[in-house]
């Protein structure tokens, strides 16, 4: 079965550019979350979709957003970036009623 | 609010030796904890999880335990090689506390390990 993938795997923007960030969770999960990692914050969570409903979302701006399609696809979208956006950004899936998350290899966005 | 605390956080050890990775959360109402691996520029890959009504769980030379009650989980490797070189982050799965709803995962800032020749 074939893990969580991301893509792109690298990505350079300027800042005030958007971006947009695919996710493809594990077949047959239904969950996918989303979390930024940077050296001075660690991991933290942005948001969980499930059935293409965001379920809950952390403590980031509005300027990040995410949504979820019917084949579980999900894409997250960050506006106006800022150099702090400048992250590894992982996303993670699990099946419907288990809770051990699978994560995918990550997105590094660069942001000059 | 969930906070996950690591001890210590780098750790040098010759190849061979028995060693333990300390986590620590704030919460004690979690529904499991899982511990992952993360090589330089890499994704997580999970290594053990354990559910919250188990003490412990081992997979190879890996071993990790739960005490919920105080919350407290160690991460045992045996026999170390230096293909276990990475950082290892403990991560506890709790409800997210506007809905009640189980889905986030609060990380630990890890334990950067090298196991030397």
Redesign the interface.
Known sequence: KAGVTQTPRYLIKTRGQQVTLSCSPISGHRSVSWYQQTPGQGLQFLFEYFSETQRNKGNFPGRFSGRQFSNSRSEMNVSTLELGDSALYLCASRVTSGYEQYFGPGTRLTVT | KQEVTQIPAALSVPEGENLVLNCSFTDSAI??L?W?RQDP??????LL?I?SSQREQTSGRLNASLDKSSGRSTLYIAASQPGDSATY?C?V?SP?M??G??????????TRLQVTL
């Open positions: 529904y499991n899982q992952f520029g890499k994704g997580l890959t999970s999880l559910q982050l991560a799965f997210f506007d809905t709803t189980a889905s986030k995962l609060t990380f630990g800032t890890g």
